[in-house]
């Protein structure tokens, strides 16, 4: 009735290019290098004969974050990257082609390029921080179901079966600290520092400009919070799992391995990023 509507402008990069036929043999695949030569994304393009056109978000992957009983909205997309002169990367089978890609503020922008370096370093500072939470939330879960594993394969009588579902129990009680096992989120109270971390990245991460000294310093203090349940995490395995792991080998039982940093690299290599779960939902596209 007299009136239109249409999609919004794309957010996106165009990246056009034309194959005289269709590809069918060997890989094909398209990478993001930025100034610095380092490999940002890697997106699909299409094999069809003709002209094409692929499109990059301009962002890095999102976070990985650690499932829990509410979703993270705000950890959804990865920071945007700063403005430069990127390389686009074409390889098909043994041919290889590259491109450059401009990147500029909007001119209309009402910041500068000093206020986006900021804004990106902060978004940079809590992606670390989310990384490092989801880290410590996935060994806390590791410990506590091995030390449960190991647990129930004690006899009931066994002292030793009590003191490894103690450590079960506690581990569980560290992940509580930090992300929040019930779900309503901020209506019910039940909020933890995942979900305070994540609604900051949010709110950085949404917002180009220079980022207020309030996100810095709510930042800082939940970078303390979250060291200060890491080292629980690490003095409760110090003064526990020796102990037990020397009975568990005296029954010929497999000892409790705290998770590593290169055996959770290895869990989520190939993750592109995170998607706003809930708990038990592994989050990544």
Known sequence: DATFSGSSRTTDAFITYYQKSRHIFGDMKIEIIDPDGKVVDTIAGSKHRGLNRATWSMRLKPPTVPPAA????????????????????????????????????????????QDRRQQFDLAMKIYKLIERMSFAVDSMVNLRDTA???????????????????????????RSKIVATKEGGAITGEERIREYLTSVYGDVNNYDGKPTNSQIERTDALGHELDDVI????????????????????KKLEPIQPLTQDQWEKMHQGDTGAQPGMMGIRERD
Do not use: H
């Not at 700063?82 to 491109?99: E, R």
């Not at 037990?244 to 080998?249: D, K, M, T, Y």
């Open 70 to 113: 509410s979703a993270a909205f705000g950890a959804a997309t990865g920071p945007r990257v700063l403005p430069g002169t990127y390389t686009i990367k074409m390889t098909k089978g043994d041919q290889v082609y590259t491109s450059k890609l401009k990147l500029v503020l909007d001119p209309r922008a009402p910041y500068n390029e």
């Open 231 to 250: 080292k629980e995490l690490d003095q409760l395995t110090a003064k526990q799992l020796p102990a037990i792991n020397s009975e568990l080998q005296k």
């Open 148 to 174: 449960t594993a190991r647990a129930a394969k004690l006899s009931a009588k066994d002292p030793l079966r009590n003191n490894v579902q103690q450590l079960a129990q506690q581990a569980d009680a560290l």
